[in-house]
Every structure is written in C-alpha cells, then in structure tokens.
C-alpha cells in the first residue's frame, strides 16, 4: 500500500501530456494493425473508449508521450490494453530489469530467478503461461497484454460491458485462470489436472486420498452436464458467487 | 376461524403475560421494602437478646418461641434474586415480541424493549420506587465485554482486513471530525442568548461532543443483523463502531481532564495524539498476548474437555480488564484476543466446545443486549433530566449534519484508493447506520459535573431515542426502497475455496513478477510464517500441519454426515453406496453407473459374515464413569455408525475388488492418518483378529506396529508411508487398513481408485 501512495503523491503534472495521448489514440485508434497472431490469449479487440486510460485519480509518474518513444508501438499498447502511459513505462522498466542480458525478450531462466516466485506453488505454471507452448521468447507487448488481465476494471462499466473479450473484463480474467489450470489446453479441466493443482498447493502435508477425494468432491460439484471434467462454462458458473471482477486484481496496475 | 382464534389467543396471552411480568416487576421492587423493615424488627429482638444475654439461658425457658416451620428471609438472597429476575424478565419479553408476530416485524427488537423499559420504569416511578439504573461499573465491566467478545470471535476477517484502511479512515478520522464538529458548534450555539446556557464553556462542548460521536456496536449490532445487508456496508459500519473506541476513550479522558482546567495547551494536544497510539496500539497488544496465551492453553486440554470452553471466556475477559486497568481501549483488545485466538482453538478444541463457545457466546451477548436496551429505557424515566428545548434540537440536528458530512467528505477522499468504489447508495447506509446507543449513555453517566450533566444526559438520551427508533425502524424499509444489495446466502463450496486459495497464488505470483510489494506479498509473507513457526506452538498434534483446505474439506465433509443422519437415510447408507457416490448421496443423481465387479453370491455372504463379525468387536466401548466426561449423546452415537458402516461398505467394497481382480496394482499408499479422538476413549480395534480370510496375514505385524507409532507428526506420517512403499509388493495391504485407519475426513477415496484403475 505505501509503494502505491507514494506514486499518487508525486506528479499530478502529467494530466496534461496525458489528455494529449488520449487525443492521438482516438486518431490513431482508426488504424491500428491487430494484434499479432500467435498468442495463446484470446483476441483483444481494440477498445472504444479512453477511459481505461484515465484510470483513478491522483499522480501519473513520470512525462508523457516523449518517454513513449523506446517503447515500441507503445500507443497501441496502451489501446489494447488500456494501461495509461506511466505504468507503460513502469512496466518497461520492470522488463528491463528482469531482461538481465539486455537481449530485448525474456526466456523462462529470467523469470525463474525472482526467488519469491520459486517458493510459490504454481510459480511454474505463471511462467508457463507466460511463454506460448512453442516459443521460449517472451516479447514486451507480450508481457504487458498478459499482465493486462490484472487490470482493475475501469469506471465506466457499461463501456466495458460492450468488450466482454476484453482482458480485464471478468470473462478474460476467468479465462486466464481457466488455462492456468488445464495445461493440455483441451477445453476442460480433468480430475487429474485438479488432482496437479492441488498436490502442488499442498504438498506433502496430505495424504495422496486426501486430494483425491478433494478433487472428486470439487469435480462433482462444479460438474453439471456429467462429463467428469470442468469445462469453461462450469468453472465459470462454480466462481459466479466470488466477486472475481474485484479479486483478480492488481492494485498497482490501475 | 380456528386460525383467528389462536391469532388472538396468542395475542392475548402475549399481552397478559407483558401485564404479568410488569406486576412482577414492581412487586420485586417493591419487596426490599418489606425486607428491610422485617429486618428492622429482627434487629430490635437481637438487641434485647444481647443486652440480657447472660439472663438469656434463664429467661430462655420463658420466652420461647415455637420453632419456626416457615419463616420468610428475603434479605440474605434479595441481591441474586433480583439480579435474576430482571434477566428472567428481559428474556420473557424477547420472546414475547415473537409471540405477536406483525409488531416485530416493523419495529426493530432494540426499540421494543426500550420501549418496555420505560413501562417498567414508568411503573416503578408511580409507586415511588428508585429503578435500577444503568450503572457504569455495571455497564462496562458486565453487559458489554459478552457482546464485543460475540463480535470479535467471529468477526469475518477476510473482508474485514481487505476493507481495514477505509474502516479506520472512518473510526479515527471520521470520528474526530464528528467530535469536534458537534462541540464546536455547540459551543457557537451555547453563546445564543435564548437558549440560557451561556455557561457552558468550550471545552465542556467538546466533552459532549466526544462522548456523543461515537458510533456504538450495540446499537449498530442490534439493527443490522435484522436488516441482512450485504457483507461490505455491514462490515464497514460494524468495524467502524468497533475501532473508534479508541478515539473515544482518549478524546473523553483528555478533554475530562481539561474540562477542570480549563484551558488546553498545545502540548497537551500533542500528548493526546500520542495517547491515541498508545491506547489503540497497547490495546490490541494486550489482545495480542492473551490470545496467545489461549491458543497455547488450548493445545493441551486433550484430556479435559469440558473446560475448554472456559479457557476462551476468561482469558478474553481477561484482555478487557487488563486493559481497561491500564485505560487503554478494552474493546480493541478484546476483539483483537477473539481474532488472533480463534483459528488456533479452533484446530485444538473439540467439536463439542466449539459448538458450546458458539452458543455461550450468542446466549450471553444476547442477554446483555437486551438488558442494556431496558435498562437503558428505565434510567431514562428515572434519570434527573434538564430539559433544554435549544440544546436539544441543535444536538440532534448536529449529530445528523455532521454524520452525512463525514461520510460523503471521507467517502471522496477513500474512493480514490479503493478498487471497489463505495456508491451513493453505500454512503447513504453508512451514514445511516451511525447509531449511538447505550455507550454514549454510560459515558456521560460518568460525568461529574452536575449541573451540565443532566442537560446533556438529557440530549444523549434524545439523540439515542431519536436513532435507534427513527433511523433504526426506518433503514429496513429504506434498504428495500434504494434495492441495496443484501448478503447472498451461499453454500460453502469447495471449488471456491481451491480456486480462491489458487488466485491469492497466482497474484502472489504476478505481483513478484512486477516487482510490486502489494496486499498478496505481505499475506503470502505472513502465512508462510504462521504456518512454519506459529502453528507448530499453537497447535496440538498432527493438526499443526494440517492446510486449510483440508480442514476446510474435513468440516464439509462432517457438516454433510451430519446432515445425512438427520435426514434418517443412515440405515440406508450401504445399498446406496454402491449406486451413487457417498457423499453426494442426496444432492444429485449417480453422476455415472460405477461398475462393481460381481463375485459369487456366497462369496460375498462369506466376506459379509466375516466383516461384520470384525466391526462388532471393536464397538466395545470401556467407559469410566466420572463427573467431567461428556456423555454420549445419541446423536454422536449415529454419527460414529455413519463411519462404521462407511468404513464397513469400503471394506467390503476393498475385498470384493480383490477377490476378483489380480493384485499387481500399483497403488499409491496410503499415509495413515490415525487421530485417536479422546472423548470417544473407543476404537480398541484388536488387529490380532482382522480378517484372516487367507489375505496378508504377513501384512498384520506391519500394520500393528504402524498403529503404535501413534503420535503424529508429519515426519512420522511421512515414515509411515515410506513403509507403507516397502510392503506394498503384498497383497492388498489396504483391506487390512480399511478398519484401522481412522481418518478424521470422511473421506471415500477407496473405491474410485480401484475403479479407475480397474477400468483403464
């Protein structure tokens, strides 16, 4: 929390340089290129409104559109993804420092040595679901339109509503956690999938029966049309009653 | 016509019996009349008897008087006979609100038994009785610690500490902001010519005003549990009565102080704030302590169970008034003793005392409050009142404005740094719900001072009438009119528990990624550290590394057998079992046809007598009988056959399998998780007799020894499963551990297994 005040302190000055972008975005919105092919996300459409990119109030760090420039096709970046310019360039940074060797993409190694990360159960698989299945290059745009999924949902909903593929939109964050656990990317979540997910979270305090019958109870609970395997729409349904929209969040990335 | 009449008939004996409880009411107090002048004229014969004592044994055959058969002494049990009889009254009255159904639907409970208080006090008064007033020792050394203990031990705290910075903006800043408001402009009114009070000086204003902003739990407690409201307003209002008491005691002490001196300096101003930190931070660091303290005893009362229950009652009430010794905020140390002791004895305690602290807990904040409503309308008939039409009008016009204020000021500023921005609609409930109640009142009995006193009791009373019937009557009927959210009555789902438990990983994750030390990284930071250090003192046993998911699973797991003997389909439990999955037996149909391999008719009559035979011996109960151990309930008795005949039908599930099925399974074994439950004192199972069907005999010394290894840690647990892997070449050494293994879940993992793995 005090990391984010002092970010709200500092620097009300670039409100300015900020309606400036927002000006050129809605130019350029026309004709941006779509989103190259080869993610493993769905496809974000490009969004209609500005208003992801006025976020909450209070200081936007550093200057406006001339730091833009290194980053490459930076005011499509921020369309896409709605980001505003300084966290843009934060992000920037944040992949520059994980990018020791200074090569412009990262590789699974970089992310491997945040040693938080390693202690984390699933650490794995964040990383995993960073990097497409074939490639092991991890581009800006890429890392930034991933991290977007952890974008708090803008002020005005009903301009969201219109983009339900939208990457924060409560469909694209349940999606996201959807294909965090269903590593063979079939559809459906197995019981053995589950039965993965739960052994790595609990490791070996628990008797291997114990996650079975974890895994069967939640199995069958969510299952509705008896396939033994959650699909999309059930895991969807079995989260309906957790406030997703509001948990999945970042705050730092608002 | 039958239905009217027992409307009627109910109506009517509700009413009588209001008429009969007030009669009682007065009589009660009437009598200690009557016994001091009894009294009086026992005293006169004593003294006669002692002046003459040495002609007493020879005036004694003169004076004797027939040995009294009946006699009336009222003195020497008059103090808990009173004591008990208002209580007794107070909880007659509740029920009797339920009794007439259409009042308690409009009138919140709060209100009714004000208004009953004041009946009773209005009939003590007409016959020139002095009513019990709602004294302050009593009031904050008896009837509050229960309902703040109530709150605290089962406060919610996720949502709790995921809305704490906007809960303390409102407590600290929102109630200072009120204070001074209030006594400010009071004081600006107080210097109106008309209102005759211009002696009232700055200082005695703000008094009033600390005493008179606080919003009060009781009240708050009492209207919004009624009204169902969703989990986010209840919890901001309800935290926000709790955490301004800090606040309160300082400012009240401070300006009590000075309110003699009669000027502040700016040093004392500062000394001040700094006394708020110390009150607050000192407060909840004696919660601290003896929540530990309680934990810590908690982890050996495996042998006494009957006073668990005990150690959290006292050792909360002990937080209280250590702090309330020291003037620091007892409430914030009782909640944060409630807070920091529960997950600890909860994993160490019993089921039964959990249930038992449950249920104190309810009866006795629940009686508290009820005689904290009456009381408080009784001292209001009795209470020396200076009516002040000014004073009074301005006050609760005041304690209004400056509420709507606070709440829309503070709600702009908060709304900047939350994601889940407070609505109009929310910043109208909140500010509503800023009930002052009974603590007001005490505080204010408190004062010295008596010519102000009764003029500011007098507004205290107005404004908490004013609140707890206007607003408290009005806000159900308000939150149907604006549709505010109500709270969502969800069944505990286990895929919500996995997949929140997956998320607060996941964003732990990407928050390391960014590089960010948010909300997830200081909780991850904190569970980590709870688990490896804190659990292992805190909590007994092998549960000291038990997950949370797990206990979670277990308590559906048991909550669901419960229900299942309930509902009476015990008897039915093994027919079912081999259709549907045991768990879900009444939920939904057999999600698919398990198919069991069929064995020759006598086959199974053989297994069947065999197992049978087995599970009957280990029902020998040895039981001694004693004073402190808890009986067993029938209840408890179904609840163990459940797991009988559970256990019963996978063993038969197990023997059949293998039976038919060739024995080169590779099957992962099983850690056995023994947990002996001491109160059943049960479960001598002889090994020497499990079934010697031509099955692992060799297996049976391998299991006896396992059985003795009884302690449980997870390096032992560990051990075990690493010679459960040297044996597993064996035959099937899981039919031998289906009556052994006691596992504490309910779990049915057994015949799945053997399923899937005989299918594919």
């Not at chain 2, 500490?161 to 009071?186: D, K, P, R, S, Y």
């Not at chain 2, 302590?289 to 006073?307: D, E, K, M, N, P």
């Not at chain 2, 920091?340 to 909860?346: D, S």
Request: charged share 25%; net charge neutral; aromatic share 8%.
């Amino acid at each position: 929390m005090s990391v984010q005040m002092k970010q709200r302190g500092s620097g009300g000055g670039a409100s300015k340089s900020r309606d400036l972008l927002q000006v050129t975005a809605q130019r350029s919105r026309q004709d941006s290129p779509p989103p190259p092919a080869g993610q493993p996300l769905p496809p974000l459409s490009v969004r209609a409104g500005e208003d992801n990119l006025r976020g909450g109030g209070g200081g936007r760090m550093g200057s406006g559109s001339s730091s833009l420039k290194h980053i490459p096709d930076g005011q499509q970046l921020m369309e896409e993804t709605g980001f505003s310019a300084a966290h843009l360039l934060r992000l920037h940074e944040r992949f520059d420092f994980l990018d020791k060797d200074g090569r412009g993409h990262l590789r699974p190694e970089d992310f491997e040595e945040i040693r938080e990360l390693t202690e984390n159960p699933i650490g794995g698989r964040i990383i995993a679901a960073f990097f497409p299945p074939e490639k092991e290059r991890l581009d800006f745009p890429s890392f930034v339109r991933i991290l977007a999924h952890f974008r708090p949902i803008g002020k005005n909903r009903s301009r969201d509503r219109a983009q339900p593929e939208q990457a924060n939109s409560r469909t694209g964050k349940l999606k996201f956690a959807f294909e965090l656990y269903d590593q063979d990317r079939d559809g459906k979540i197995s019981r053995e999938e589950l039965l993965q997910v739960l052994r790595a979270m609990l490791g070996l305090q628990v008797t291997e029966e114990q996650l079975r019958s974890i895994a069967e109870r939640a199995v069958q609970e969510a299952d509705i049309d008896g396939d033994g395997a959650i699909s999309f729409d059930e895991f969807k349904k079995s989260l309906e009653k957790v406030d997703m929209e509001h948990k999945m969040n970042i705050r730092f990335l608002k | 016509m039958a239905g009217l009449g027992s409307e009627c008939s109910r109506r009517l004996a509700g009413c009588v019996s209001l008429l009969l409880l007030v009669f009682v009411a007065v009589i009660v107090s009437a009598s200690p009349d009557a016994a001091t002048g009894a009294n009086e004229t026992l005293r006169h014969p004593s003294g006669h008897s002692l002046d003459d004592s040495h002609d007493h044994p020879r005036n004694s055959s003169e004076h004797r008087k027939a040995f009294p058969v009946l006699a009336f002494n009222y003195e020497h049990v008059s103090k808990p006979f009173v004591i008990s009889l208002w209580i007794l009254l107070a909880l007659l009255m509740k029920l009797g609100f339920h009794i007439i159904p259409r009042v308690s639907h409009i009138v919140p409970e709060s209100c009714l038994l004000i208004f009953v208080g004041l009946l009773v006090g209005g009939v003590i008064k007409a016959m020139d009785q002095t009513p019990p007033v709602l004294d302050t020792k009593l009031f904050f050394l008896y009837l509050l610690p229960p309902i703040i203990l109530d709150a605290g031990y089962f406060l919610p705290i996720r949502p709790f500490t995921e809305n704490m910075g906007t809960i303390l903006v409102f407590a600290v800043v929102g109630t200072l902001w009120n204070a001074f408001f209030i006594g400010g402009m009071m004081f600006a009114v107080c210097q109106i010519e008309a209102a005759r009070v211009g002696h009232v000086d700055l200082l005695s204003c703000l008094l009033f005003g600390s005493i008179i902003s606080a919003v009060d739990p009781v009240a708050v407690l009492a209207v919004f549990e009624e009204i169902h409201i969703n989990e986010l307003l209840h919890i901001l209002v309800f935290g926000e009565s709790l955490l301004n008491d800090a606040v309160t005691v300082v400012l009240y002490h401070l300006f009590e102080e000075f309110a003699h001196e009669g000027t502040v300096t700016v040093g004392d101003a500062l000394l001040g704030v700094v006394s708020f930190f110390v009150v607050s931070v000192g407060g909840v660091m004696v919660g601290v302590i003896y929540g530990v303290l309680g934990a810590f005893t908690s982890r050996f009362t495996s042998h006494s169970r009957v006073i668990e229950p005990l150690f959290v009652f006292l050792y909360s009430y002990m937080a209280y008034l250590s702090a309330e010794v020291f003037h620091l905020s007892g409430i914030m140390s009782l909640i944060a003793c409630g807070v920091i002791m529960r997950p600890y004895v909860e994993a160490n305690i019993s089921h039964k005392s959990y249930t038992t602290i449950k249920y104190f807990l309810k009866m006795w904040s629940s009686v508290s409050e009820t005689l904290i409503f009456i009381f408080l309308g009784v001292s209001t008939v009795e209470g020396p009142h200076n009516w002040n039409w000014i004073f009074v009008i301005f006050t609760l016009i005041l304690c209004l404005l400056s509420r709507v204020l606070g709440v829309v000021g503070l709600t702009f500023i908060i709304n900047k740094f939350r994601i889940i921005k407070l609505t109009k609609k929310d910043q109208f409930i909140v500010a509503y719900g800023g009930l002052r109640g009974a603590i007001a009142f005490s505080l204010g009995f408190l004062l010295t001072d008596t010519e102000k006193k009764d003029m500011f009791l007098t507004a205290i009373i107005t404004v908490i009438f004013f609140t707890v019937f206007v607003q408290g009557m009005t806000i159900r009927p308000l939150v149907e009119l604006l549709a505010v959210k109500k709270k969502k009555e969800s069944k505990a789902s286990i895929n919500e528990e996995i997949h929140t438990q997956f998320l607060d990983h996941l964003l732990t994750g990407i928050e390391d990624i960014c590089g960010h030390y948010g909300h997830h990284h200081w909780k991850d930071k904190l569970n980590r550290f709870n688990r490896t250090y804190v659990k292992k003192w805190l909590i007994a046993g092998d549960r000291s590394s038990e997950p949370q998911l797990i206990s979670f699973y277990n308590k559906m797991e048991m909550k669901e057998a419960m229900m299942l003997v309930e509902s009476g389909s015990a008897a039915k439990l093994p027919s079912l079992a081999s259709a549907a999955s045991l768990q879900n037996a009444q939920q939904r149909a057999p999600p698919k046809q398990r198919a069991i391999p069929s064995i020759s008719k006598t086959r199974e009559q053989e297994i069947r007598k065999i197992l049978r035979a087995n599970l009957q011996k280990t029902r020998q109960r040895l039981r001694s009988y004693s004073r402190h151990d808890l009986f067993s309930d029938p209840f408890e008795d179904s609840m163990s056959e459940i797991r009988f005949r559970k256990q019963r039908v996978q063993m038969e599930r197990r023997m059949s399998h293998y039976l038919t099925v060739p024995a080169n399974r590779q099957e992962t074994p099983s850690a056995r998780k023994v947990w002996f439950e001491p109160e059943h004192k049960v479960y001598t199972y002889d090994e020497s007799e499990s079934p010697r069907d031509g099955a692992a005999l060799e297996t049976l010394p391998d299991t006896v020894s396992l059985l003795s290894e009884s302690p449980q840690r997870p390096g032992q647990s560990s051990r075990l499963r690493k010679r459960g892997d040297a044996e597993q070449s064996a035959n099937a050494p899981d039919s031998q551990e289906e009556p052994q293994k006691l596992s504490r879940c309910f779990s049915d993992p057994g015949p799945k297994e053997e399923e899937e793995e005989g299918e594919g």
